[in-house]
C-alpha cells in the first residue's frame, strides 16, 4: 500500500526566506509523485509532478521538488517566499494502474511580511 | 477551455437524507474520479470511473454509490447521511494514460455540510 508523509502540519516563513515543505512517500513500485497546492475555499491546483525523467522538478510559481530514492523523499522548495505562496500545500503518490492518489495530511504555509 | 466543473458549490442537508453530486470533466478526459477532504485532513480517494466503468473504490461504506454517463460526466451519490459526511466533495478529471503521468485536474469541490 501507497502512503505519504508531510512533516510539519504548518510552517511559518518571512517574505523573501526559503520554503522548505517535507514529504516522505511509501510505495512498493517506482512513484508517481505530485504536489498540489489548495487555496481557501478552492480546488486543488497542481504545482509540480515527478515520473521519473528527471529528479529536480521545476513547477509553476517558482516552486522545485526533489525526488530522493534512497531517502524516499519529495520536498518542495522555493528560494524566495511571497505573500501570494500562502495556502496548503498537499503532497500525493499515485497508484499507476489506474492514476488514484494517497494523499498526505497536507501543510499550510503562512507567509509573514 | 474550460475546467472541471462541479455542482452544486454547497449543500446543506439533514441526517438520514440523500444527496447527490454532479461533475463534469475536461473536455476529452474520460476517467472521473471523486474524492472526500474532511476540514483539517488531506483528500480520500472515493471512486474512479474509466469509460463509465468503475476502476476503482476506496474504504467507503455502500452508502456512497457513483456512476459515469456517455457524455463521462459523473455523479456521486451518498445515502442516509451522517454528520460525518460533511466535508469537500471533490472531483478530478484525468486522460488516464502512462504518457499523461496520470495527472489529474481538480474542480472547485462542493462543500456538503450535515446537520
Known amino acids: 500500500a501507497q502512503s505519504v508523509t508531510q512533516l510539519g502540519s504548518h510552517v511559518s516563513v518571512s517574505e523573501g526566506a526559503l520554503v522548505l515543505l517535507r514529504c516522505n512517500y511509501s510505495?512498493?513500485?517506482?512513484?508517481?509523485l505530485f504536489w498540489y497546492v489548495q487555496y481557501p475555499n478552492q480546488g486543488l491546483q497542481l504545482l509540480l509532478k515527478?515520473?521519473?525523467?528527471?529528479?529536480l522538478v521545476k513547477g509553476i510559481n517558482g516552486f522545485e521538488a526533489e525526488f530522493k530514492k534512497s531517502e524516499t523523499s519529495f520536498h518542495l522548495t522555493k528560494p524566495s517566499a511571497h505573500m501570494s505562496d500562502a495556502a496548503e500545500y498537499f503532497c500525493?503518490?499515485?497508484?499507476?494502474?489506474?492514476?488514484?492518489?494517497?494523499f498526505g495530511q497536507g501543510t499550510i504555509l503562512t507567509v509573514h511580511p | 477551455d474550460a475546467g472541471v466543473t462541479q455542482s452544486p458549490t454547497h449543500l446543506i442537508k439533514t441526517r438520514g437524507q440523500q444527496v447527490t453530486l454532479r461533475c463534469s470533466p475536461i473536455?476529452?478526459?474520460?476517467?472521473v474520479s471523486w474524492y472526500q477532504q474532511v476540514l483539517g485532513q488531506g483528500p480520500q480517494f472515493i471512486f474512479q470511473y474509466y469509460e463509465k466503468e468503475e476502476r476503482g473504490r476506496g474504504n467507503f461504506p455502500d452508502r456512497f454509490s457513483a456512476r459515469q454517463f456517455p457524455n463521462y460526466s459523473s455523479e456521486l451519490n451518498v445515502n442516509a447521511l451522517l454528520l460525518g459526511d460533511s466535508a469537500l466533495y471533490l472531483c478530478?478529471?484525468?486522460?488516464?494514460?502512462?504518457?499523461?503521468?496520470?495527472?489529474?485536474?481538480f474542480g472547485p469541490g462542493t462543500r456538503l455540510t450535515v446537520t
Open positions: 515527478y515520473t521519473s525523467a528527471a529528479t
Open positions: 500525493a503518490v499515485s497508484d499507476t494502474s489506474y492514476g488514484k492518489l494517497t
Open positions: 478530478a478529471s484525468s486522460v488516464l494514460s502512462l504518457r499523461s503521468s496520470y495527472e489529474q485536474y
Open positions: 473536455s476529452g478526459h474520460k476517467s
Open positions: 510505495s512498493s513500485v517506482p512513484p508517481y
